[in-house]
């Protein structure tokens, strides 16, 4: 877990692989199980990982601007019960593989 600047804050962030990260996210920020988190994501293939029902016109929003300042919220799959939502961010790789989470 590492925390990382944002245009506001400062946020944590993991693998949202590892629930034992993710707990201790929770437990740190003295969170409710009931509020889930947000996946952030390097890459179509991740967000196709952990999303169902992605629409034809995503992949046209993020052909064309990704990377960049935008946020597209998608339905995760039913599977992934602390996540709340997923959102693309091709730079957060740049932390994840610096740091072990």
Do not use: W
Not at 43 to 53: A, D, F, G, L, R
Not at 76 to 89: D, N, Y
């Amino acid at each position: 877990m590492i925390a990382v600047p944002t245009d506001t804050v400062y946020g944590l962030v993991c693998d949202f692989e590892d629930y034992d990260a993710i707990n201790k996210i929770f437990e740190l920020k003295k969170r409710s199980s009931e509020k889930p988190l947000i996946a952030f994501c390097n890459s179509i293939q991740t967000i196709q990982s952990i999303c169902e029902n992605i629409p034809e016109v995503f992949y046209k929003i993020a052909d064309k601007f990704f990377p960049g300042p935008l946020t597209i919220v998608l339905k995760k799959e039913a599977i992934s019960l602390t996540i709340s939502h997923v959102v693309l961010i091709p730079l957060v790789s740049e932390y994840l593989t610096t740091s072990s989470c």
